[in-house]
DNA sequence: ATAATAGTTCAAAATATTTTGAACTATTTA
DNA sequence: TAAATAGTTCAAAATATTTTGAACTATTAT
């Protein structure tokens, strides 16, 4: 059961995930594949370990900003602009 | 002088000013204005202690989601949606 | 000149976020 | 079956952000 968040709340999560360099980095990384990619390639190619990959992806897909697929042992992720474009499209109008 | 900033930092700057619950409050005070207003009113309006809105503020201003002027002893605030449009606006375009 | 008012600055304390490494689950390969 | 691989979870450590109160500047009012 997911807590049913506000639209500020869901804009804090948004705004949250997309405040940081890293986070930044992989979005930047994901913008560039048009298929989606795995986790492990995506911490390699912009150098992070592993736990730090799992705790920013968590957080990018909480916020909605990506997508993730598990398929086997991988997960695979992807840009998600939607809530995005949702969200902050609409932030002046529902603040 | 003031350093010269990223796309990728500005966006930075911005979104971390947007993802705190009493500067999304300030904000919203601020929408509600069609006038500019003092510090003091905001900051008694939404209840903080004036060196926290001052703290608060400062971040606004940097981050270029309201504008100031200062009157006599009073400074006058009001929201400035264009930095926001500029750099969120074209974000994917930038990342 | 003295008081009061609006806001800033500073350093310390309180919180929140991020990184790290070890231990773990689940899947695949040898 | 055993070893390797992809990713998660947990708690501790490292950092970053936010709040607090005291001291400060500058302006206005008595």
Known sequence: MTKQLSKNEQAIL???????????????????????VSCGEVGQAIG?????????FKLLQTAGLI??????????????QSTFEQVVGHFWDNL
């Open 14 to 36: 948004i705004f949250k995930a997309l405040a940081d360099p890293v986070r930044l980095e992989i979005l930047h990384y994901l913008k560039q594949c048009d298929h989606d």
């Open 48 to 56: 992070i370990s592993k736990t730090s990959g799992s705790y920013h």
């Open 67 to 80: 997508t993730a697929r598990k398929e086997s042992r991988e997960k695979y992720v992807a840009l998600d």
